[in-house]
């Protein structure tokens, strides 16, 4: 089992009530022709346990959402090159800076986007940490 597999099991026991859609292949070539250098993870990611909500609206698993898609026209406009995978509900979205070699980070709920590396080496590791807060202290 490759670090992506691992994840997803341990999201599927952690969240057995999600809701989630598997991203089909015709769809995997369109965002690898618009997104050639996306992470190769985060494809496996869509691929292999899809997008939608994480638990009983606990977490949201986006497919690259455009920042005009979420915020409005002058928040947007900051945040191009930055692609949208996930969201908390409670205003903080995590995204990828596709601009500065796809590094991971979040919005804050002012539409500024933060570097998370020092804390998540990208977004697998962000999702297998919410996995493991929420059996820690769920």
């Known amino acids: 089992m490759n ?11 952690t969240f057995p009530d999600s809701k989630l ?7 995997l070539n369109v965002l690898e022709k618009k997104y050639g250098d ?3 993870d985060l494809k496996e990611l869509y691929a292999k346990l899809g997008y939608g909500t994480i638990g009983d609206s606990y977490y949201s698993i986006h497919v690259l959402l ?17 692609y949208i995978v996930g969201d908390d509900f409670c205003g903080t979205c995590q995204a990828y ?23 998540y080496a990208d977004y697998i590791d ?9 059996i820690e202290n769920g």
């Open 3 to 13: 670090r992506v597999e691992s994840v997803i099991d341990l999201l599927e026991k």
């Open 21 to 27: 859609g598997l991203v089909k292949s015709d769809w």
């Open 38 to 40: 996306m992470p190769k």
């Open 66 to 82: 455009e920042p005009d898609e979420i915020y409005d026209e002058i928040t947007a406009n900051e945040l191009k090159g930055k």
């Open 97 to 119: 800076d596709a601009d500065n070699n796809w590094v991971f980070g979040s919005i804050d709920s002012n539409g500024k986007f933060n570097i998370l590396t020092d804390y």
């Open 126 to 134: 962000f999702l297998e940490k919410l996995a493991i807060n929420e």
